[in-house]
């Protein structure tokens, strides 16, 4: 397997609700990231861990809360979030966090009502 | 932090030309510098890279220059085709943490 996969596709969310989204990848990587994407913009890091533990956090708010269960599965949970937090959230992976190139997952669609 | 700058950001060529597109990056200290294209509703995928021992790489059609004292590093596409139209980031990251900064983003169109 050498592909990133993220679930779901595609997530519709009201304010109120909590919801997680899934990445997975059997690569062997060990730095694992968390993008947002808004239209016509790039990609934007947000978290980054590496060998199961959070590296960087890039001062995200609180009501998004990452969690690395093992080495080939990265979370995004999501409680109390903002109609401006619709985007695309793009799961990345790479071999090791030194400088190695990033792999991207397909992304999931996020929407905020 | 790092910031990259990239032009241009939309960029129309004919079938068969060339394209380029070039970025500048403001921390020194920077040493990789990868290449993504995405398209319309697609992942970013990885096209190209280049590391700051290295001050040309090609890949048949793709070309990428570094000048590590003037900072900065562009992409070249010779002989375009319709399917490479698409929306193509530069980035740059230190090998400590591996922090990608991307550019604004190049929209190229091929007109067949």
């Given at each position: 397997d050498t592909e990133v996969t993220q679930t779901p596709k595609h997530l519709v969310m009201g304010m109120t609700n909590k919801k997680s989204l899934k990445c997975e990848q059997h690569m062997g990587h060990r730095a694992m990231y968390w993008y947002k994407q808004k239209a016509k913009k790039p990609p934007e890091l947000m978290f980054v861990y590496s060998y199961e533990k959070l590296?960087?956090?890039?001062?995200?708010?609180?009501?998004f809360s990452p969690e690395c269960p093992n080495s080939s599965l990265l979370n995004l949970h999501l409680h109390?979030?903002?109609?401006?937090?619709s985007a695309l959230y793009l799961c990345a992976s790479s071999q090791e966090i030194d400088g190695a190139e990033q792999f991207f997952g397909p992304g999931t669609r996020l929407t905020v009502l | 932090g790092e910031n990259v700058e990239q032009h241009p950001s939309t960029l129309s060529v004919q079938e068969g030309d060339s394209a380029v597109i070039k970025c500048t990056y403001s921390?020194?200290?920077?040493n990789y510098f990868p290449w993504y294209k995405q398209e319309l509703g697609k992942r970013p995928q990885l096209i190209i890279d280049i590391r700051s021992n290295v001050g040309e790489k090609k890949d048949q059609r793709i070309a990428v220059t570094l000048n590590k004292t003037a900072k900065h590093f562009s992409l070249h596409i010779t002989?375009?085709?319709?399917?490479?139209?698409a929306v193509y980031f530069c980035a740059a990251s230190k090998a400590a943490g591996n922090k990608l900064t991307f550019g604004g983003g190049t929209r190229v169109l091929v007109k067949p």
């Open positions: 590296s960087i956090n890039e001062s995200v708010p609180s009501r109390a979030l903002q109609p401006e937090d | 921390d020194s200290a920077s002989e375009t085709q319709p399917e490479d139209s």
